[in-house]
Structure formats: C-alpha cells, structure tokens
C-alpha cells in the first residue's frame, strides 16, 4: 500500500483514475516533510497532544458511549439510558479526530494509536444498521428519535436533523484512514452507507438536499477512494437538488448555479462551495465554476476579515451583509476558517492562479491557527479581531466542531506545499522541508527548501532531479510581497515601501517577472541547483476599505503573511482601546524566542489618551507597545486584544476620567454567567442599546430573573442622582429593556431604598436619570427584574456625587 501513497493528496486522484480532474494536483502531504520552525512543532504539538485530548474529550462527553449505545440498542437489548446525544451531530467529532489521527499516522507510525483507531472503528462498525444507516441519535432509540430528526429517516435533514453531514464527515475520514493505513475497515463502514444513500436519493428516487453540507465532498472523497462513480454522480445530485425555495442560511434560496453571493452559515457555505469545486472539477460542468467565481470575488472583495476569516455574525454564525465586519463580535468560526481554506485550494487547483493560495495563507497563519492554543488544548470557538476581555479559549465546547477541525487540518497542512501540473512544480508556501515529487511526465525531483519563514523572507531552494532534465520550477509571489494586502479593493497597504522581491538561481540574479502569480523558472536543471528568494518582510501598516464602517480611523499591522494584534500583556496598564497609532510612528521587528514559542514582535511608541476632565477633554501621554502575531492571543489570560488599531483620535476609546463610578469596586449577581462589571464603569459611550460593540454587563442566558450590580465606594460619599443605559438587542438576541428596577444604599451592613426617587427609567437608546434623596453611603445597588422569558443587561452606570 505503501507504494500507492505516495500518489495520494490532499483532494488528488487515488483508486480509479478519472478521465477528467482539477488540472492542478496537490503534491500530497505524505511526500512532504517539513521541519521548519514554524508548522513542524505545531503539526507535532497536533499529533502528540491535540488528538489525544480531543479523543479523551470525545469519550468523556459520551460522544463513543453513543455508538456504544446504539449497537446495544441493535442488538435488542434493553437500554438503561435511552437518552439521546445532546446534538445529533455529536458523532462527527470522533470522525474528525479519526481523520487528523490518521493523517498523522501517514507521517508518523503509531502502533498504540492505530489499535486504538481500530478499536474506534469496530465500535462505530456495530452501531451501523444492517441497511448502512449511521446515526446515533435515532438508532439508540428509533421510537423516539432526537428532536431535531424526523420519524422518518432523512426527512428532516433539510432543516437539522444532520443524517447525511454525519456521513459526509465519515466519508472524509474513511477516505483519510485508508489513504494513510491502506486498511479497509472504515472505508467498508462508509461505503455501506454511502450505498444506502444511493439507493434513497437522487433523480428517481428521494429529493432532498443536506441541511449542512459536507456530504458532497465526502462522496467525492469516497469516489476516488473507490473508484464507484455513483458517488461522484450522488455529489452532483446533491448540489443540483439543492433550492430553489429554502433559505440564505442554507444557501438553498436559490440553485447553488445561480449564487453569486456568499451568504448564511459560512461553514455550510465553504463547504458547499469546496463540494461544487470538486464537481466542476470532476464533471467538466462550467456552470458551477462560473458560480463559486462570482461568489468569490463577493467573499474575498467584501466579507473576508483582514485575519482570513469569514462569517462575521453570531446569529446564524453566518456572512453578513457586504463590508459588515465588526471586531469585537466578529464570529470568524474556526470551522469556516478551514472550509475557507478547503475552498481557496481547490479554486487554485482549478485555475493555477496564485491568489487563491494568497487567501489560503492569510488565513491558515492568522484566522486559523488562532483556533487553537499553543499547548493544543484550549480553542476558540469565534476568532474575533478585538477583545475588552470577555474572549477566552475552551478546553471543549458543546457544539465541539472546531476542535476536530483543527485536528484534521493541522495534520495535513504538509499538503498545501506543492502543487504540480504537466512538467511544471509549484511551490505554494514557503517552510523548511524536504519532498519527493513525481510530475505528470515521469521526471521525479527532489526539493529541499532552507528558510526561517515566516519569521524571515529568505528561501533557499535546491532542486535535484537524478540527472539534468528540463522542466518548471514556479515560485509564488505572495500578494504581500508585491504591495498587494488582497486580491481586490477590500484592504490596502498604507504605506510606502521600496523593499522588491529578488531572486537569484545559480548565483545569478533573475527577473521578477509574473505570470498569474508566480515566477515561472523554465530550464534545464541540474541536481543539486539553488534558488535564492529574498521576500522582504518589512512592518507594514494596513487600511480598510472606508465601507467597512468598524476599521474607519484604524489601521492594522501585518509582517509577511502574519497580521499582528496588541494583547494587554505588550502595554503598560494592560488597555488597549485608548491607544492611538500615528501613522509617523516608528515600528520595528525583533525576534524574541522567550515569547509565546518565539515569535517576531514589531514595537513602537503609541499614545495613550484619558479623558482629563468630566466634560472629556482628552489627555495625551507617549507609550510603547508591541504587537504579536494574531494567532498567539489569548494565550496569556483574558484582557484586551486589539488587531485594528486607531491612527486617527476619533476612533480610539479614551480611559475613563477617574469618577466616583469608575473609581468603584464594581459587582454583580450571577457569577455563573461571569457578567464583564467593567463594562458598568468604563465611560464607553454606546451608540444605542443594541451596540453590541460598546462592553456591556448581561446576564443572559438568565431569562425573567432579578439580578443587580453594585458599587463599592472607595470611600463614603454623597451621592443624590444615577444614570443608567440599558442593553437591548432585539433582534439579534434575548437581552430586553428590563421590567422594572430599583436602587438601594448601603447603610450598617444593609441594603435599603434611597428615598423619594423621581423615577425608574426603562427606556431605551439614552440614560435614564433617577434623582434621590441625598445620602451619604459607601456602596449602591441596582436591583432589576427581566422580563419574563428575556434577559437584560447595561451599556453603562453613572453615579452623581451630591453638592455639599
Ligand atoms: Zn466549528
């Protein structure tokens, strides 16, 4: 089986060969070896720590114990617990680490791992139904299925029952596991259900589209696995079944032919979008290739984040409208980063154009790799552009998609290296490795690469063929490297650099010249011949578009492929909101090996502002910063983060004039749900009740509950009026104007009623001013009550001082 492997990729032609393909083929990951600073540890830190823990969190949260269940439930016996999994997906996440684990196996023999992958697949072969089916949320107890599944197989898979997503991630991983252990056991598992699903779906038989995709590049995983075109013709009857009459969120509004915009759920959306790749690919049928066009240039031309995330709303973890980017709640799921990704390569593969893989790696190394810490057990879920310090990873989520994700990509980024096409080789990232290519005319080579990349720009390439042979060397320019933020207009360089691009084969320097991205080297070469590529990294400042209302008055700082935030651990005081950036500050790179695994800093001096007096004069004072790159925040505890910063004043939050408000001590009730208090105090000023931009306290998901916050004088004052803006994001999600609330001073130990208020204000969009019976105390207490069945939550809380 060995032997096969080596022809193995990514998405590159294994079993059957197919009279028609992607073009370009990815040079697969088992034939390239990287051991390069930068991927080599974390592709380790992956195979020796992630995958183990996200396999013990698989078991600890019953994610096995349900196949377990459902073959017992096969095997009639009586259940003690029927109970359904939490989510009727919840099986995809032990398929997703099967699928990384056995990437890692291709690379790294493990025999303790494969037995226990073995063990693994026996369990998930005896919850399968004789027919093929595998779900467990209905086999543990057909009678009474999970909520979210219909009666009936299938029926609801539209909506959510996620029948044929659970097969398409077992399709990605028996793929996976067969190319990497030449064992049949998984795929046996995924082809049994693969042919029930041929049997129930396609022209003459049931039409219904899969709720959340996946299927369709599984099915096509499994067709060249196999080599069974029903597979192939089952993926493009899923695509060509889908809408009209559905929804955005389901990209089923309209047929996937007609879509020319990306929108609803990005992960749903990348995978579509990889599935109708692979199809136009395989099938030669333009139709979707002239779409995934059209909603590329929409993507990467209006709803793509600086860092290469996509998806910036939380409801519906879905695209917003076009240049709706917010920061602080950008959503940029992990997921979506890898089906962006997922997309951006096959794109490539299709048209051999270099800025797909531009996007690729400014999403692998920033919006990405964010998605896990560096001791590869905490993620993030969101991967948002600012934080006030309510972001912080988790071990494990419910919905536990990204964590598998992560595993699975990260194992097979080796993939992403090379691609070839006829007698020519493409070297798409640059990181330090060996690889062993056969191009489609026969020539093999061998090509090293030397580099500290991304930290620096020089690669040293040698390229050996066994003996002088003419063939095509095509060297990427990346995007950054030639002025270019991104393809099209939605983020520019705002600097000015002289720095150029300067390559040399043999010694002797050759033009820059470009073709679709890449510098073509077209020779005879002899073993053992050096390529010299020198990709100046200076810092460069980066603008947005001015339609993306959230980065006006800011720039960002990026260095080769890597976009750098300010964390609070880089400034003094530890806030980051008040800084300002002028654009003729000075900013350098330094290595520091001490930091975060080693990472290249960029500093400089910024200017903090306060506001001076209570009518908000602004307070200016030099400090220095240094930013990190994105991907290495919140690996220090939470606090403020900041990827776009202010160059212009208007667009920085000054640091709150010390009043008696925000020289308390501010609390509140509920300590389950962690209400930020900061946010009380902070003299954030929202823009209406629903900013979610602007920090605020809620105490979702409490719903019609009494709640209160509370401040703790510094010393006891006179204090005769408040002021409060209330939280209200109707519409989006459960927090209302509260139903009524009540304040209460602090006198020997007590709570009591402040005397004679005016009013109890519960409007909206404005701060509501309550006036009371001066008194002297050391502490006050707001008490609310929610509305029934909604939360509540505040932007801010002033305290008035009395007149002596
Ligand atoms: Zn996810």
Redesign the pocket.
Same mark, same amino acid.
């Given at each position: 089986m060995l032997g096969a492997l080596a022809i193995f990729g990514a998405v590159a032609s294994y079993g059957a060969p197919s009279p028609r393909d992607y073009p370009f083929k990815p040079v697969p990951f088992t034939a390239v070896h990287l051991h390069d600073i930068f991927w080599a540890p974390r592709i380790e830190t992956n195979r020796a720590v992630t995958i183990p823990f996200a396999f013990e969190q698989c078991e600890k949260s019953g994610r096995m114990d349900n196949f377990e269940r459902a073959a017992a439930a096969l095997k009639g016996e009586a259940l003690a617990n029927k109970r359904m999994p939490p989510y009727p997906f919840d099986d995809t996440d032990p398929y997703k680490v099967l699928e990384g684990a056995s990437y890692a196996l291709a690379v790294q023999p493990d025999p303790r791992m494969e037995a226990y992958l073995d063990e693994l697949i026996a369990k998930i072969g005896r919850a399968q139904e004789p027919d093929g089916y595998l779900y467990t949320a209905r086999t543990i107890d057909p009678e009474h299925p999970h909520r979210w599944a219909g009666r009936e197989r299938w029926v609801r898979d539209p909506d959510q029952s996620h029948e044929l997503y659970n097969a398409g991630h077992l399709f990605e991983a028996a793929a996976a596991h067969y190319q990497a252990t030449g064992k049949t056991n998984l795929l046996a598992i995924a082809t049994r259900e693969a042919d029930l699903l041929c049997k129930t779906f396609g022209p003459d038989q049931l039409h219904i589209w899969p709720g959340h995709e996946i299927v369709e590049m599984g099915l096509v995983k499994l067709y060249r696995a196999t080599g069974n075109g029903r597979y192939l013709e089952l993926a493009k009857f899923f695509l060509d079944v889908r809408g009209p009459g559905g929804d955005d969120y389901h990209q089923s509004r309209i047929k996937p032919v007609d879509q020319t915009e990306a929108v609803g759920h990005a992960?749903r959306a990348g995978y579509l979008y990889s599935g109708m790749a692979d199809v136009a690919a395989l099938t030669g049928d333009e139709r979707y290739l002239k779409a995934i066009d059209a909603i590329w240039e929409n993507a990467v031309g209006k709803k793509l984040y600086l860092t290469g995330g996509i998806g910036a709303m939380g409801a519906g973890e879905a695209f917003g409208r076009n240049y709706q980017l917010p920061n602080l709640t950008a959503y940029c799921?992990? $997921?979506a980063a890898v089906a962006n990704d997922y997309w951006n390569l096959r794109l490539f593969l299709l048209h051999g154009d270099s800025r797909y893989i531009d996007v690729m790696e400014r999403t692998l190394y920033n919006g990405l790799l964010s998605g896990v810490s560096l001791d590869g057990k905490r993620f993030f879920?969101p991967n948002p552009l600012e934080s006030d310090g309510r972001h912080e990873r988790s071990p494990w989520f419910g919905v536990a998609? $990204?964590p598998g994700?992560m595993t699975r990509f990260l194992a097979s980024v080796p993939g992403y290296v090379y691609a070839q096409k006829g007698d020519a080789l493409y070297v798409n990232l640059y990181a330090a490795g060996a690889a062993d290519i056969k191009l489609d005319n026969g020539q093999t080579l061998k090509v090293t690469q030397e580099t500290r990349y991304p930290w620096e720009g020089q690669v040293r390439i040698t390229v050996t063929p066994p003996k002088a042979a003419r063939f095509a060397v095509l060297l990427r320019i990346p995007g950054w490297a030639r002025d270019e933020a991104v393809p099209g207009d939605l983020y520019h360089f705002a600097d000015r650099t002289d720095d150029r691009v300067s390559l040399k084969v043999s010694g002797k320097s050759v033009p820059v010249k470009l073709e679709k991205g890449y510098v073509r080297l077209e020779r005879k070469w002899k073993p053992g011949e050096v390529v010299e590529l020198d990709l100046p990294m200076p810092v460069r400042r980066v603008a947005a578009n001015e339609k993306v209302a959230d980065d006006l008055g800011r720039v960002a700082l990026q260095r080769g492929p890597l976009v750098y935030c300010v964390e609070w651990p880089e400034v003094k005081g530890g806030q980051v909101a008040n800084l300002l950036l002028p654009d003729e500050a000075r900013l350098s790179a330094s290595f520091r090996g001490d930091l975060l695994g080693g990472v290249e800093t960029i500093s400089g001096n910024a200017v903090s502002l306060r506001y001076a007096d209570a009518r908000q004069k602004i307070e200016r004072s030099p400090v220095a910063v240094a930013a990190i790159p994105y991907y290495a925040w919140a690996n220090r505890g939470r606090g403020e983060m900041s990827v776009w910063l202010a160059n212009k004043e208007e667009a920085a939050r000054p640091l709150p004039f010390p009043t008696l408000a925000s020289t308390s001590k501010a609390t509140a009730s509920a300590e389950g749900v962690r209400p930020d208090t900061r946010a009380l105090n902070d003299q954030r000023e929202p823009k209406s009740s629903g900013d979610h931009a602007n920090r605020f306290v809620h105490w979702w998901p409490h719903k019609g509950t009494k709640e209160w916050v509370q401040y703790d004088f510094p010393k006891p004052a006179r204090v005769g009026a408040v002021e409060v803006y209330w939280f209200d994001d109707t519409g989006v999600g459960e927090c209302r104007l509260p139903k009524s609330w009540q304040l209460f001073y602090h006198e020997n130990g007590e709570w009591l009623p402040v005397k004679n208020p005016n009013e109890y204000g519960c409007a909206g969009d404005r701060y509501n001013r309550t006036t009371f019976e001066t008194v002297e105390t050391d502490g006050l207490r707001l008490e609310l009550q929610m509305q029934e069945r909604f939360s509540a939550g505040i932007h801010e809380w002033r305290v008035e001082p009395a007149e002596r």
């Open positions: 992960v799921e992990t $997921c879920y998609c $990204c994700n």
